[in-house]
């Protein structure tokens, strides 16, 4: 098993570009999060979904879409980016509600 | 929105010292979990608490849940420098399906 996968690992955009981040997990997940890492800091909720089908929105979900068409996949869309979209990324997946969430290795953004 | 603080931010200490990280909230959680992260990776599981009072150890790593599942500590004795890292907390809301994780103890364990 790959575990969560994401992809890309580094990413650089300008003011205003759009792109896509992309979590896939292979140990057949119900819930995916993805999570938002500032310099010193803990990870806050961006957007999460419990299946296939089913998104709702965490603490910062402002800037970013999600959608949840198979179990494997969740990708995030940054629809206009900021510079104050530069952190890191992480995708996370877990077998249930509540239980062990296991993180993909993030990606980092920056944003000019 | 429920809140998780944890106390100390950073903690700088020598090899063979005692240590206790809280994890504080008014809210309360299902259950809660305590992470470890090194730089460049994502987090990783240490434990997960859910009864109210409960205690874990893993090793040397002692973790407590509070009687009204509100609050836990993390205790570490003898820490060594393999010890060092980011540790999270995260309290589970299992009927809204997410986890709000708090923001975060670092630990640097000196030689």
């Known amino acids: 098993n790959a575990g969560v996968t994401q992809t890309p690992k580094f990413q650089v955009l300008k003011t205003g570009q759009s792109m896509t981040l992309q979590c896939a997990q292979d140990m057949n997940h119900e819930y995916m999060s993805w999570y ?3 310099p010193g800091m803990g990870l806050r909720l961006i ?4 299946g296939a089908g089913i998104t709702d929105q965490g603490e910062v979900p402002n800037g970013y879409n999600v959608s949840r068409s198979t179990t494997e996949d969740f990708p995030l869309r940054l629809l206009s980016a900021a510079p104050s979209q530069t952190s890191v990324y992480f ?8 239980g062990e969430q296991y993180f993909g290795p993030g990606t980092r953004l920056t944003v000019t | 929105t429920q809140l998780l603080e944890q106390s100390p931010q950073f903690l700088s200490i020598q090899e ?13 959680f299902s259950s809660l979990q305590w992470y470890r992260q090194e730089p ?3 987090p990783v599981l240490l434990v997960t608490v859910v009864t109210g009072g409960e205690v874990k150890k893993l090793k040397r790593l002692t973790f407590q849940f509070g009687d009204a599942r509100k609050d836990s500590s993390l205790h570490i004795t003898a820490a060594q420098p393999g010890d060092t890292g980011l540790y999270l907390c995260a309290g589970a ?3 809204a399906g997410k986890s709000t994780f708090g923001d ?6 000196k030689p």
């Open chain 2, 40 to 42: 460049g990776e994502g």
């Open chain 2, 104 to 109: 975060g103890t670092t630990l640097t364990v």
């Open chain 2, 16 to 28: 063979g010292e005692n240590l206790t990280v809280y994890c504080n909230s008014s809210s309360v």
């Open chain 2, 93 to 95: 809301d299992t009927n």
């Open chain 1, 91 to 98: 995708c996370a997946s877990s077998y249930s509600s509540g």
């Open chain 1, 36 to 38: 938002r890492q500032d």
């Open chain 1, 47 to 50: 957007h999460y979904s419990v």
